[in-house]
């Protein structure tokens, strides 16, 4: 979340105020990546194990609901993760409309600071 908000501090900023954004680890098509993550290979190396942090961090977590718990346990992806928890943070009707908003790769070029 902090490349999404440096970023966005970048393209909203007065030029004057900061001398460069730095994003680090940030993908730049979010929801290509949450595509990649449902391939064969990608699902066993990287999406089950990164769903198992989530959802043990989401279970020990005071601010989530049992009810939201219940349902991100049933969860094996990103995708259904995202439009439960994500898309209600931010008010969106959609995994399409969050992936938009998180995105870097149009935001990139609208940076006004080195980046």
């Known amino acids: ?3 999404i908000v440096a970023s966005q501090y970048g393209v909203d900023c007065d030029e004057k ?3 460069g954004i730095i ?3 940030h993908n730049l098509e979010s929801k ?6 449902e391939k064969p290979l990608t699902n066993i190396l990287y999406n089950q194990p990164m769903m198992n942090s989530l959802k043990h961090i989401i279970q020990k977590s005071p601010f989530y609901t049992e009810e939201e718990k219940k349902k ?5 992806n990103f995708e259904g993760y995202n439009y439960l928890m994500a898309c209600k943070i931010f008010g969106l009707n959609c ?3 969050y992936y938009k908003l998180i995105e870097l790769k149009p935001k990139i070029s609208k940076i006004k600071v080195p980046s």
Do not use: A
Request: hydrophobic residues 45%; contains cysteine.
């Open 17 to 19: 105020i900061i001398d």
């Open 1 to 3: 979340m902090g490349s």
């Open 95 to 97: 995994t399409d409309e």
């Open 23 to 25: 994003c680090i680890s």
């Open 32 to 37: 290509k990546c949450v595509q990649l993550l």
């Open 72 to 76: 991100v346990i049933k969860m094996n």
